[in-house]
C-alpha cells in the first residue's frame, strides 16, 4: 500500500509540476507567433512603401514613422516633443480624460442600469434614452457640448462620458435581468430584503457582464478621443494628431494612432486582469 501511494504521490508532484512548464511553453508559441505576424506585417509595410504605391506623403515607411516616434519622445533642437509636450506627456492627458469620463460613466451607468434592470417604470422611460445616446456618434454632440461648457477639459470629459455610458449600463441591465430567479427566490426565503437583495445577491451575480460592460466602454472611450481632442486637445493624443493631420504629417499621424492602440491594448489587459481577480469564478463550471 505504502508504494501504491509512494507511486501516487510522484505522478501528482510531477502533473503539477509540469503544468506551470507546459503553460509556459504555450505562451512562449503565442508570443512567438504574435512576433512573426508582426514581423510579417512590418515587411509588407515596407514592401508597399518600396514599391511605391502610394506617394510616400501619404504612406511614410515604418523607418519614418518610428523616428517621429522617437523625436516626439524626446527634446531634440531646443524643441520639446511634438507641440511643446513629450508624446508621454501627450499619452497621460489623453488617459486622464478618458479615466475621468469612463469612471463617471461606469458610476452612472451602473446605478441607471441596476434601476433599468430592477424597476420596470424606469426601464419603460431611461432604455429608449441609454440606446438614442448609444446609437450617435461623438462627433454629433461635440460641437453641443462645445456651445455648452465652452472649449476646455469640461466638453471633452462630457463626451468621453456619455460615449462611454450607454454599453455600461445596457450590459448592467441585461446582466440583472439574468440573475436567476431561482437564486432571488432562495435568497428572500432567507429574508433578504430588498436592498440586501440588490448588494448581496443582485449585483455580485452580474458583476461579471458589468465588468464586459466596463471594457467595451472603456474601447469606446479609446475611439472616442481624437473627437474630444479635437477642439484645443493639445496636450493629448487626438490633439496631437489633429494637429499633424492640419500639416500632412502622416508619419506623426500614424505615430499616434500606434500610441493610442498599444495603449489601449496594456489597458485592457489589465482590465481583463482585473476581472480575473474580482469575479475568478466566471468561465469555470
Known amino acids: 500500500m505504502s508504494a501504491v501511494t509512494a507511486a501516487v504521490t510522484a505522478a501528482v508532484t510531477t502533473v ?48 519614418e514613422v518610428w523616428h517621429q516616434l522617437v523625436l516626439a519622445s524626446t527634446v531634440h533642437d531646443g524643441v520639446r516633443g511634438y507641440s511643446g509636450h513629450l508624446l508621454g506627456e501627450h499619452l497621460a492627458a489623453s488617459l486622464r480624460r478618458i479615466a475621468q469620463g469612463t ?23 431611461l432604455e429608449p434614452a441609454v440606446t438614442f445616446l448609444r446609437t450617435l456618434p461623438p462627433l454629433a454632440y461635440l460641437s453641443l457640448l462645445v456651445i455648452w461648457f465652452g472649449i476646455d477639459e469640461s466638453p471633452k470629459v462630457w463626451l468621453l462620458l456619455i460615449a462611454a455610458l450607454p454599453p455600461v449600463a ?49 474601447g469606446v472611450a479609446y475611439t472616442s478621443v481624437v473627437a474630444a481632442e479635437t477642439i484645443n486637445g493639445v496636450p493629448g493624443i487626438g490633439g496631437m494628431i489633429r494637429d499633424a493631420q492640419r500639416y500632412n504629417q ?5 505615430a ?30
Not at 250 to 254: F, I, S, Y
Open 16 to 63: 503539477a509540476g509540469g503544468a506551470p512548464r507546459k503553460r509556459f511553453a504555450e505562451a512562449l508559441r503565442w508570443t512567438a507567433l504574435r512576433l512573426l505576424a508582426l514581423a510579417a506585417l512590418l515587411a509588407g509595410w515596407q514592401i508597399v512603401v518600396q514599391l511605391q504605391v502610394w506617394p510616400r506623403a501619404l504612406v511614410p515607411s515604418p523607418g
Open 103 to 125: 469612471g463617471w460613466a461606469v458610476l452612472f451607468g451602473t446605478v441607471i442600469g441596476l434601476a433599468i434592470g430592477t424597476l420596470r417604470p424606469v426601464a419603460v422611460v
Open 170 to 218: 445596457a450590459a448592467t441591465a441585461a446582466a440583472v435581468r439574468g440573475v436567476p430567479g431561482d437564486l432571488l427566490e432562495a435568497a428572500r426565503a432567507l429574508g433578504a430584503g430588498r436592498w440586501s437583495l440588490l448588494g448581496g445577491v443582485v449585483l455580485p451575480a452580474a458583476l461579471p457582464e458589468i465588468l464586459t460592460g466596463v471594457r467595451i466602454a472603456v
Open 250 to 254: 502622416t508619419a506623426v499621424v500614424l
Open 256 to 285: 499616434g494612432i500606434i500610441t493610442i492602440g498599444l495603449s489601449g491594448i496594456v489597458l485592457d489587459g489589465l482590465l481583463k486582469a482585473v476581472e480575473r481577480i474580482a469575479v475568478p469564478w466566471r468561465g469555470r463550471s
